[in-house]
Structure formats: structure tokens, C-alpha cells
């Protein structure tokens, strides 16, 4: 079984840039987060979609950051403009279903240095 | 306020010996708690999940406890292994809500 894609894999951009990350969950998956995790720190959401409507986003700072799930499948996340204190790990995860203790699958990160 | 505490010093054991990882919580009421391990520059991967009315999980090497009086989870590798050393990350899941809430980590090196 395939696991969470994420691309690209390291991005270097300068503040007041913009980026954009992409996700593909596994397939059948009908739940995607996306997480921010600085270093030394453990993952934190920023949003999470169940099929492609936003379960919540209440940790999303939505002036500079938004994210969408077309048809309910692959997402993408944007940070629009970049501030140096978005230098990060950006993760994916997918898992069956909101409710429920479901397990999360994890795509390797996207690393993100923002100067 | 709401707080999830790992040990933020590296654990640090012999081959062998028993690794103990503790997950402590304050003000949150979860219905699981779940762990993960973290490789570097890697995604977690989950381990183990407890729910709240459970006392004890096990699998294979690993063993999970759950105590919601103490608001403490411990997390039990038996029989380490160098290969164990990563980061063990906890995280609590509410009722109310469907997110998971993590905690920094505690990472464990395994000396051969």
C-alpha cells in the first residue's frame, strides 16, 4: 500500500515569498490534516479536511496561510506571504475517518527555511 | 492552561534494558492517547493507541499505560534495541473534538 506523498521535500524561499505544498493521502482516506512542527516541538494542526470540507482550522493563521482539498483527494497548502517564523516542517497526514481513534499515516514533511 | 509534557531530555539506556517514556497531561480530558515514533526527517508513525476505560496495551516489545487519575500515560519498550532509538511522540485525542494534540517528544538513544 502506498503511503502520504508530499512535494516537494525541501524548499528554501525568502520572507514575503510564497509557497505552496502538495499532498496526496492514501487513497480511500477520507480524513487529511495538515501539521506544522518546529524544531524540538511536536506536530500541530493547522487544518484538517474530512473528504474536502474543513473540519477545523481554528490554528490556521488564515491571513497568510490557506489550504484546499479539490474533489477530496490531493491538497494543497499555501503561505502567502512568508514570514521567517514559518520555517518549519510542514506534515500530511491522512486517516479513514474523523471520528474514531483512527490512526494517522504521515508523509515524510515538506522542510521549509524561510530567510 | 492546557499542557502535554514529555521529558524533554534525551533518554539515554543500554541494549537491553527497559526504556520508560512518560506522557503527562494537565486540563484535558481525552478519550485516547496514542503514540508515535519519529525518525529524523521522517513522519511519525503510530505505535499504540489506549482508550480512557483501558489500563494497558500491548504489542510485541511495547507496552502502554493509562492512568486518567494521574493524567499519565507510560510508554514501555522492553528488551531495547539500538534500532528503538528515535523520538516517541504522545498525543491525546478528546471526545469533542476530532484533532490530535501532541506532545514535544522524548528521545530515546539506545547504547549498543
Known amino acids: 500500500e502506498a503511503g502520504v506523498a508530499q512535494s516537494p521535500r525541501y524548499k528554501i524561499i525568502e520572507k514575503r515569498q510564497s509557497v505552496a505544498f502538495w499532498c496526496n493521502p492514501i487513497?480511500?482516506?477520507?480524513?487529511l490534516y495538515w501539521y506544522q512542527q518546529i524544531l524540538g516541538q511536536g506536530p500541530k494542526l493547522l487544518i484538517q479536511?474530512?473528504?474536502?470540507?474543513?473540519?477545523?482550522d481554528s490554528q490556521l493563521p488564515k491571513d497568510r496561510f490557506s489550504a484546499e482539498r479539490l474533489k477530496g483527494v490531493d491538497s494543497t497548502l499555501k503561505i502567502q506571504p512568508a514570514k521567517l517564523e514559518d520555517s518549519a516542517v510542514y506534515l500530511c497526514?491522512?486517516?479513514?475517518?474523523?471520528?474514531?481513534?483512527?490512526?494517522?499515516?504521515f508523509g515524510p514533511g515538506t522542510r521549509l527555511t524561510v530567510t | 492552561s492546557q499542557k502535554i509534557e514529555q521529558n524533554s531530555e534525551a533518554l539515554n539506556i543500554q541494549e537491553g534494558k527497559t526504556a520508560t517514556l512518560t506522557c503527562n497531561y494537565t486540563?484535558?480530558?481525552?478519550?485516547?492517547l496514542q503514540w508515535y515514533r519519529q525518525d529524523p526527517g521522517r513522519g511519525p508513525v503510530f505505535l499504540l493507541l489506549?482508550?480512557?476505560?483501558?489500563k494497558e496495551k500491548r504489542k510485541e516489545r511495547l507496552k502502554v499505560t493509562f492512568d486518567t487519575t494521574l493524567k499519565q500515560s507510560l510508554f514501555h519498550i522492553t528488551a531495547s534495541q539500538p534500532a528503538d532509538s528515535a523520538t516517541y511522540l504522545c498525543?491525546?485525542?478528546?471526545?469533542?473534538?476530532?484533532?490530535?494534540?501532541f506532545g514535544s517528544g522524548t528521545r530515546l538513544l539506545v547504547r549498543p
Open positions: 486540563n484535558y480530558s481525552p478519550a485516547y
Open positions: 498525543a491525546l485525542r478528546m471526545d469533542s473534538s476530532y484533532k490530535l494534540i
Open positions: 487513497s480511500g482516506h477520507a480524513t
Open positions: 489506549i482508550r480512557e476505560n483501558e
Open positions: 497526514a491522512s486517516s479513514l475517518a474523523a471520528g474514531g481513534p483512527h490512526e494517522q499515516y
Open positions: 479536511f474530512q473528504n474536502n470540507g474543513v473540519v477545523d
